[in-house]
């Protein structure tokens, strides 16, 4: 079977319950949104994958084989973490170099133009780059493995509004070129919700929504209007939050909802991934 | 293939320090010379022991080829058992090729001392094996079996800076200090206490002909006995690292 799956996933640091009996399929060509507040275990699942920690119990396996301390499905993987785990000295040439050294696919023309798109120094050494700029070093690497899975840990850390935006231009355009499985693990879910297309929801180790961000979004709606309008229209419904600017205000739904029973001048709309992501985390 | 970049990686990791430590060893025979010409006809001078400088080398090398290789190793796909095998290779290269660019230097050295009747070169095992090659000096069986000894000698040391470095990565900090102060304590004050107060110091002298036995000096200054206990010591550390290795996480 193509893509990564994880098998009941266990995962304890001391007390603490890091991962819980987590089970998951990343599908081959799609591009997932790993979603979850700090400490739910996000970056606990990757390092798990990619074989940086092992799990208490459980497996995992790419394109049906067992992952762990496994050279031919690990270099199917290549993890952009938020740390850095390049050597003290090592310049980005360098890092570049090697990087191509272990991923035979690696494409070092497209990693110079990234590079020089993004304004990346490749002679700087990797510890005196900023953290935008480290963040930006990584992300380069990341997609010019050519590695058909690919995770990004916090990917735009640091990076300015504009290079995120390059981030995600460059993602896409990979991705539309040739296909791969994307895996982002982000705080920034406004800024994800336009690039993913399954969204996996972890809480306190458990994932508590894996399925396709249509189908996520469908679960809710947002209706607008006059404050008085929208008052009226959500009596009685589950709402996820409000918000109001003057006299105007947007709630957020959950469930459903019959156009047909609102108040003239109240619109309809597009549930927002960030309102329903933090009513589904809420305590 | 894997096994083929992590080689080549950890190889040129020592790209610097090896030339760094020739430069040092070449820099050190070519003041024999100047050195020598001050002598007098009563003066002597004995020089060797360019090994022992070659196997404290590669300690040095095995304290420092776990941390850092195993985070860029881990970042690139490449398992801990591969890690551990191209170690285990890039011991043998450098045992190998420093024990042989060795002993092109240990015949340099005494080619430009020939003749001069009051400067000796000679290696560590030369002088600690001298009974054997009694009247057969610079023998290629000298030769083949100083540089077997060598080999092993510098396969050790190289393994047990590894294994050093990787229990250490892989203790706590309870642990590291209980270490880092335990093992002196014990070997500097507790034992040589112990020994003198209530063994008599037979624990030092039991020690000493240990010692002697698995160098082979009790047994007619055979050096197979050294190179066998070598094995020995090379095989019990590769395990323990390899224990210790094989379940190794990133820490942060």
Same mark, same amino acid.
């Given at each position: 079977?193509?893509?990564?799956?994880?098998?009941?996933?266990?995962?304890?640091?001391?007390?603490?319950?890091?991962?819980?009996?987590?089970?998951?399929t990343?599908?081959e060509?799609?591009?997932?949104g790993?979603?979850?507040?700090n400490?739910?275990g996000?970056?606990?699942?990757?390092?798990?994958?990619?074989?940086?920690i092992?799990?208490?119990?459980?497996?995992?396996?790419?394109?049906?084989?067992?992952?762990?301390?496994?050279?031919?499905a690990?270099?199917?993987?290549f993890?952009?973490?938020?740390?850095?785990?390049?050597?003290?000295?090592?310049?980005?040439k360098?890092?570049?170099?090697?990087t191509? #050294?272990f991923?035979?696919?690696?494409?070092? !023309?497209?990693? &110079? =133009?990234?590079?020089?798109k993004?304004? +990346?120094? @490749?002679?700087?050494?990797?510890k005196?780059l900023?953290?935008?700029?480290?963040?930006?070093?990584k992300?380069?690497?990341?997609?010019?493995?050519?590695?058909?899975?690919?995770?990004?840990?916090?990917?735009?850390l640091?990076?300015?509004?504009?290079?995120?935006?390059?981030?995600?231009?460059?993602?896409?355009?990979?991705?539309?070129?040739?296909?791969?499985?994307?895996?982002?693990?982000?705080?920034l879910?406004?800024?994800?919700?336009?690039?993913i297309? #399954?969204?996996?929801?972890?809480?306190?180790? !458990?994932i508590? &929504? =894996?399925?396709?961000?249509?189908?996520? +979004?469908? @679960?809710?709606?947002?209706?607008?209007?006059?404050?008085?309008?929208?008052?009226?229209?959500?009596?009685?419904?589950?709402?996820?939050?409000?918000?109001?600017?003057g006299?105007?205000?947007?709630?957020?739904l959950?469930?459903e909802?019959?156009?047909?029973?609102?108040p003239?001048?109240?619109?309809?709309?597009?549930?927002?991934?960030?309102?329903?992501?933090?009513?589904?985390?809420n305590e | 293939?894997?096994?083929?970049?992590?080689?080549?990686?950890?190889?040129?990791?020592?790209?610097?320090?090896?030339?760094?430590?020739?430069?040092?060893?070449?820099?050190?025979?070519a003041?024999?010379?100047?050195?020598?010409s001050?002598?007098?006809?009563?003066?002597?001078?004995?020089?060797?022991?360019?090994e022992?400088?070659?196997?404290?080398?590669?300690?040095?090398?095995?304290?420092?080829?776990?941390?850092?290789?195993?985070?860029?190793?881990?970042?690139?796909?490449?398992?801990?058992?591969?890690?551990?095998?191209?170690?285990?290779?890039?011991t043998?290269?450098?045992?190998v090729?420093?024990?042989?660019?060795?002993?092109?230097?240990?015949?340099?050295g005494?080619?430009?001392?020939?003749g001069k009747?009051?400067?000796?070169?000679q290696?560590?095992?030369?002088?600690?094996?001298?009974?054997?090659?009694?009247?057969?000096?610079?023998?290629?069986?000298?030769?083949?079996?100083?540089?077997?000894?060598?080999?092993?000698?510098?396969?050790?040391?190289?393994?047990?800076?590894?294994f050093?470095?990787?229990?250490?990565?892989?203790?706590?900090?309870?642990g590291k200090?209980?270490?880092?102060?335990?093992?002196?304590a014990?070997?500097?004050?507790?034992?040589?206490?112990?020994?003198?107060?209530?063994?008599?110091?037979?624990?030092?002298?039991?020690?000493?002909?240990?010692?002697?036995?698995?160098?082979?000096?009790?047994?007619?200054?055979?050096?197979?006995?050294?190179?066998?206990?070598a094995?020995?010591?090379?095989?019990?550390?590769?395990?323990?690292?390899?224990?210790?290795?094989?379940r190794?996480?990133?820490?942060?």
């Amino acid at each position: 079977m193509k893509g990564i799956e994880v098998r009941s996933l266990d995962k304890n640091y001391g007390d603490v319950r890091a991962l819980r009996n987590v089970s998951l399929t990343f599908e081959e060509n799609k591009i997932y949104g790993l979603l979850g507040r700090n400490g739910a275990g996000k970056t606990t699942l990757l390092n798990t994958i990619t074989g940086r920690i092992f799990p208490d119990s459980g497996d995992v396996l790419v394109d049906g084989e067992a992952a762990l301390e496994n050279d031919k499905a690990q270099q199917k993987t290549f993890m952009m973490s938020e740390k850095n785990f390049y050597p003290e000295g090592m310049k980005v040439k360098d890092a570049i170099k090697w990087t191509r #050294e272990f991923y035979p696919g690696f494409d070092e !023309e497209y990693c &110079r =133009n990234l590079a020089e798109k993004f304004g +990346l120094n @490749t002679k700087k050494k990797i510890k005196s780059l900023s953290t935008g700029y480290g963040s930006i070093f990584k992300l380069i690497l990341t997609l010019s493995t050519n590695a058909p899975y690919l995770f990004f840990d916090e990917p735009v850390l640091g990076l300015d509004a504009n290079h995120r935006d390059m981030f995600y231009r460059a993602l896409l355009e990979k991705y539309s070129d040739k296909p791969f499985t994307a895996v982002i693990s982000t705080h920034l879910i406004e800024e994800v919700a336009g690039v993913i297309e #399954e969204v996996v929801i972890i809480k306190k180790g !458990e994932i508590i &929504r =894996n399925q396709s961000a249509e189908e996520l +979004l469908a @679960t809710g709606c947002t209706v607008s209007g006059t404050a008085a309008a929208v008052d009226s229209a959500i009596q009685g419904k589950t709402v996820l939050g409000v918000d109001s600017l003057g006299g105007l205000k947007t709630a957020y739904l959950a469930g459903e909802i019959d156009s047909s029973t609102l108040p003239a001048g109240i619109e309809i709309g597009k549930m927002d991934l960030q309102k329903l992501f933090i009513h589904l985390t809420n305590e | 293939m894997n096994i083929k970049s992590a080689l080549k990686y950890q190889i040129a990791d020592g790209r610097v320090s090896i030339p760094v430590f020739y430069l040092v060893i070449f820099c050190l025979m070519a003041l024999i010379p100047i050195s020598s010409s001050g002598m007098g006809p009563e003066d002597s001078m004995s020089i060797g022991g360019f090994e022992i400088a070659t196997i404290i080398f590669l300690f040095v090398v095995g304290l420092n080829s776990f941390r850092e290789t195993f985070r860029m190793m881990i970042q690139n796909g490449v398992s801990r058992k591969t890690m551990f095998v191209s170690f285990l290779l890039l011991t043998l290269v450098l045992s190998v090729g420093m024990s042989c660019i060795n002993e092109v230097l240990l015949w340099i050295g005494k080619a430009f001392t020939a003749g001069k009747g009051n400067i000796t070169f000679q290696s560590v095992f030369e002088q600690m094996y001298a009974p054997r090659y009694m009247g057969n000096p610079d023998s290629i069986q000298m030769i083949a079996e100083g540089l077997l000894f060598t080999i092993l000698a510098c396969a050790v040391a190289m393994m047990l800076g590894y294994f050093i470095t990787i229990m250490y990565y892989r203790l706590n900090k309870v642990g590291k200090i209980a270490v880092s102060v335990g093992v002196p304590a014990i070997l500097i004050i507790g034992l040589p206490i112990f020994d003198a107060v209530v063994t008599g110091g037979m624990i030092y002298r039991a020690l000493g002909q240990l010692t002697l036995f698995i160098m082979g000096i009790l047994n007619g200054y055979n050096p197979y006995y050294a190179m066998v206990s070598a094995l020995i010591a090379f095989a019990v550390l590769a395990g323990l690292s390899w224990m210790l290795a094989r379940r190794a996480v990133v820490k942060d």
